[in-house]
């Protein structure tokens, strides 16, 4: 069963007139209240870029280069935090005297009261720009401060503005202060280790007589290549001797003992357990590795000591950096024309939910009525 709205329609077509009174005096109300009582306010913007990157650090870079991006880590990300401080917005009220502004001294909750008025007063908005994939890149930031004054407004925007900037200046200083900080202490423990692998790397050298081994067995290599070439030019010299004299000589004797002393010799290079200049083979096979392992871990210290001196420098450098992090483009100005309320809007909003609610009334109070005659509301329930 639908609803029947003719006779709703008949019932506000005999009210016309009254409609039509109504629609009159509340045009005539909202107009002077959107000209004449509403209170003009005037807008003052400050335009400016979010902080750009800080140079990638080597020790900062991640091994996945995506976690770059997922991470969400904006230079400008600190903007909105710092602009929704309690501090911040302590210091723009008193500045400003805002309590007064707002009539708020003999509020027991006055500084909430005023920073929920405030946030229509004075706001931070971004321009973003799409990245793909879902994301986005805020590319600059507007502080836009309204005020019955123009005057009032301008100053607003500039405070808010050098607040902004100061408090970005300090986040930067610290920030590079607590990187200093722990690229400094990384560094002295970097240090302190190359200090003690040069000591053993140093003492193993003594010891070991391996001041630089793989010389040293070229050298041990070499001798015992001559040594060797001696010993085969010895051994044919005794063949020829032998088939030479049938019997005895002291040139075959002298050959035979030169052969010992040579064999002696590459025993010694082979076999020998003393630690020398030259080791032996026995004991080079068993010095190398230990000798490149020393060596490995200096040469490896050594470069992480290098890159953590330049990591040091650029950290003291950004920690000596002053400098204002923010650009601003569009510095405020004093407003020529009041920004808001919308006279026209604000007239037709008014216009509009008046004659809605009049409208309501109107068909409510016939409805009731109807409920009333038809005798629902009168009704007594059945024992």
């Known amino acids: 069963m639908m609803f029947d709205l003719r006779p709703y329609i008949l019932l ?38 979010p902080p750009a990157a800080a140079p990638s650090s080597m020790l900062s870079m991640s091994a ?32 400003f005297n805002l309590y007064d502004n707002y009539k708020l001294y003999k509020s027991p909750n006055k500084f909430e009261q005023a920073v929920k008025r405030m946030q229509k007063q004075v706001m931070l908005s971004s321009a973003l720009k799409g990245k793909g994939i879902g994301m986005s890149k805020t590319i600059s930031y507007s502080v836009q401060c309204y005020h019955t004054s123009p005057d009032t407004a301008l100053m607003m925007a500039e405070y808010v503005f050098a607040c902004l900037d100061s408090a970005m200046i300090d986040i930067s200083i610290n920030k590079a202060s607590r990187n200093r900080e722990f690229i400094e202490a990384q560094f002295i423990a970097s240090r302190d280790k190359l200090d003690s692998l040069q000591d053993a790397f140093k003492e193993f050298q003594v010891a070991h007589k391996a001041f630089d081994i793989t010389e040293q067995m070229k050298m041990t290599l070499q001798v015992y290549a001559d040594v060797k070439s001696a010993a085969v ?47 032996s083979l026995n004991l080079s096979s068993e010095l190398m590795p230990k000798y490149t ?7 490896v210290q050594n470069q992480v000591n290098l890159l953590l001196v330049r990591e040091l420098e650029q950290a003291r450098l950004q920690e000596a950096r002053d400098v204002s992090p923010l650009m601003l483009i569009d510095p405020p100005y004093l407003a020529e024309y009041k920004a808001r309320p919308k006279r026209a809007p604000m007239a037709l909003a008014i216009t509009i939910g008046y004659m809605c609610a009049l409208v309501l009334i109107i068909v409510g109070n016939a409805l009731l009525k109807e409920f009333i005659n038809s005798g629902w509301l009168t009704e007594k329930p059945e024992n």
């Open 233 to 279: 030019m010895n051994d044919l010299r005794l063949m020829a001797l032998q088939r030479e004299f049938r019997g005895g000589s002291h040139e075959i004797t002298a050959a035979q003992n030169e052969k010992r002393v040579l064999e002696r010799k590459l025993a010694e290079l082979e076999q020998k357990e003393d630690y020398s200049v030259m080791p």
């Open 12 to 49: 506000l077509w005999k009210r016309r007139w009254f409609l039509a009174v109504n629609f009159a005096l509340v045009c005539a109300v909202s107009v002077m209240v959107a000209w004449f009582v509403a209170k003009q306010e005037f807008c003052s913007q400050a335009t400016f870029l």
């Open 293 to 299: 392992n020393l060596y490995r871990a200096l040469e």
């Open 64 to 95: 996945n280069p995506l976690m770059g991006l997922l991470a969400g880590d904006e230079p400008g990300d600190n903007i909105d935090a710092v602009f929704e401080s309690k501090a911040l917005k302590r210091r723009i009220i008193e500045a």
